[in-house]
């Protein structure tokens, strides 16, 4: 009787610590990998330790994910889009939903697209979108510069920002 107390208290513990791990994850943008990187590591190839040639950052730079107008079912914006994945029961996604649509009116050339994940599958797949509410930050060319899975808070969504637009240009945030 011991041992099985002893064991559902160790479980119970990692299982709080999981979950606090997770949250405190939540809403936190990261660069989005490359193709190349994203090749490299479901192979489980040795990264090469050679400084890469101007020709390679090229050749890496033309297989980033990026988006379309096509993919968006819109343009992109002039400077910058904010892409959410969402779905129809997913909780955090409206006050994502009011975030984004916030930051994307502060900002001149900054635009806000909500995709339904069950509608857009195909999307779903080819980016790895695994869970909702998921945010791609684009630059002008539809580059994935950034990402995040869970509810962000608005600073980070404008910091996110300062990777594909200037920082002094996110000065104007809420002057508009």
Do not use: W
Not at 11 to 35: C, K, N
Not at 65 to 79: C, F, H, K, S
Request: aromatic letters at 2%.
């Amino acid at each position: 009787m011991t041992g099985g107390l002893i064991a559902l208290a160790a479980v119970l513990a990692v299982a709080t610590l999981l979950g606090v791990m997770l949250r405190r994850r939540a809403g936190q943008f990261r660069p989005a990998p490359s193709a190349a990187q994203s090749r490299q590591a479901q192979t489980r190839e040795a990264p090469t330790r050679e400084a890469p040639t101007r020709e390679a950052q090229t050749r890496e730079a033309q297989t980033q994910e990026a988006l379309t107008e096509a993919d968006l079912g819109g343009a992109l914006g002039e400077r910058a889009t904010l892409v959410q994945f969402s779905t129809e029961f997913c909780a955090p996604c409206r006050p994502t939903r009011q975030i984004l649509a916030q930051v994307a009116g502060s900002l001149d050339g900054v635009r806000h697209v909500e995709i339904d994940a069950a509608d857009r599958l195909d999307l779903v797949r080819r980016l790895r979108i695994n869970s909702t509410p998921t945010v791609l930050v684009l630059g002008p060319d539809g580059v994935i510069a950034q990402r995040a899975t869970g509810l962000p808070r608005q600073a980070d969504v404008i910091a996110a920002l300062g990777s594909v637009i200037r920082p002094a240009d996110l000065d104007q945030f809420g002057r508009k």
